[in-house]
């Protein structure tokens, strides 16, 4: 069977990563989570002395950019990839609300953008891969051959953030989530390089009220309509 290369794009906290992660498993894909990268950017920024306050040291991280690796492992429990920032394993760290309120500016620099786009085109130029996040289907691939946009309302989609959270016992109130919520689609929205966007090819999907099951369902029908093609 022809491989390809499949762009699923969306705001945050729309299931992107759970429906990219059970695709990628059910057909034999690499998957990626674009997002990590960004994430894990930002986390070594807050490490290394980056963040002076809210202001951004963008000289100091454009001089060190080229210091940052992100790689993924799975991790044989969950079964699912692990993100490793310089070979050390920050899967937890990266999924906190302090990395969470400070990567939309991190995730905005041209340069970042740049480099991580570099690393993402690298690890998908033998296809077979499954890469979620933002520009994926706009900017990384262009010509991947399935693109989806998913979207769901921000009040489910805060809901479902507030629940993975307490489930990992992290003390988050629904509120601050929502309102973090808004502020990243503004600025993922709104920024010059790369904003978030549905690329003209990609297909919709609003999930607002879908199951994972029916959502995934969904998914290998469209997977299976191009491969058979
Ligand atoms: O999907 P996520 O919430 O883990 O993404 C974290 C941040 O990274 C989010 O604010 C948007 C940004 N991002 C991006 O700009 N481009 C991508 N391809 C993926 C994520």
């Known amino acids: 069977m022809k491989k390809i290369t499949i762009a699923i794009d969306g705001f945050s906290s729309c299931g992107k990563s759970t429906m ?12 990626i989570d674009s997002g990590a990268m960004y994430r894990a950017v930002t986390l070594y920024s807050m490490e290394h002395g980056i963040f002076q306050g809210n202001q951004i040291n963008t000289e100091k991280l454009q001089k060190e950019i080229g210091n940052i690796h992100i790689s993924f492992q799975l991790n044989p429990e969950t079964g699912r990839p692990d993100t490793y920032l310089n070979g050390i394993n920050v899967e937890d760290k990266i999924r906190s609300m302090e990395v969470a309120f400070r990567v939309s500016p991190i995730a905005a620099l041209e340069f970042v953008r740049k480099a ?19 520009d994926i289907g706009t900017t990384v691939f262009p010509d991947a051959e399935l693109k989806i946009f998913v979207t769901a309302t921000p009040e ?74």
Request: without cysteine.
């Open 20 to 31: 990219a992660k059970d695709l990628a498993y059910e057909i034999g894909y690499i998957y």
């Open 116 to 134: 991580m786009v570099a690393q993402q085109q690298e690890m998908g130029k033998n296809k077979g891969i499954v890469m979620d996040g933002r």
């Open 156 to 229: 489910i989609r805060a809901q479902r953030r507030y629940e993975e959270l307490k489930d990992k016992g992290q003390k988050v109130s629904f509120n601050e989530i929502l309102e973090n919520m808004r502020q990243r689609d503004f600025i993922d929205q709104n920024r010059e390089v790369s904003p978030l966007r549905k690329a003209d090819d990609a297909l919709l999907l609003d999930n607002t009220d879908m199951t994972i099951f029916q959502q995934k369902e969904w998914l290998e029908e469209q997977f299976n309509k191009v491969v058979n093609e």
